[in-house]
């Protein structure tokens, strides 16, 4: 369930632009809530289509939808994966676009959502000397 859910993370994204939603936190946050409930019900629907049981296919829905986040194994296991994925992958692109006091935050909020051992893996992410400051800088700032 824990790769089905892996799998589904950003299933069909693009198919609810960022854009559509309205700028700034809130809108944010909004937009992240709504994919993340799309994203469980197409996984559910592809998964029900390929007749997996149901008992693995809810598993795997509860894991997108981060259902016991900081008490479920999984679903930690899930998140932290997200989380260094961002910063692997994502962190230099975001830092881009922001000014480096409002990228500490943003990493400050992932690393809290993370466990001790993903946020250990997070600082050892090789990263080019701007993302090594800002994800030093967001540790040191402890939880958001």
């Known amino acids: 369930?824990?790769?089905?859910?892996?799998?589904a993370h950003?299933?069909?994204?693009?198919?609810?632009?960022r854009a559509s939603y309205p700028e700034g936190r809130p809108g944010y946050l909004r937009w992240r809530r709504d994919q993340k409930t799309r994203h469980a019900a197409e996984l559910r629907n592809i998964l029900d289509e390929a007749g997996v049981h149901a008992a693995t296919a809810d598993r795997a829905t509860a894991i997108v939808t981060k259902i016991g986040l900081g008490t479920d194994a999984e679903v930690q296991v899930f998140e932290d994966a997200v989380c260094l994925t961002f910063?692997?992958?994502?962190?230099?692109?975001?830092?881009?676009?922001?000014d480096t006091d409002h990228?500490?935050?943003?990493?400050?909020?992932?690393?809290?959502?993370?466990?001790?051992?993903?946020r250990a893996a997070a600082l050892t992410i090789d990263l080019?000397?701007?993302?090594?400051?800002?994800?030093?800088r967001a540790d040191l700032l402890g939880p958001a």
């Open 1 to 7: 369930a824990l790769r089905l859910a892996a799998r």
């Open 10 to 17: 950003h299933l069909r994204r693009w198919a609810v632009p």
């Open 87 to 98: 910063l692997q992958t994502q962190l230099s692109t975001t830092a881009a676009r922001l």
């Open 103 to 118: 990228v500490v935050g943003v990493v400050a909020k992932t690393l809290a959502k993370m466990s001790d051992a993903g």
């Open 128 to 136: 080019d000397e701007r993302g090594t400051e800002i994800v030093t």
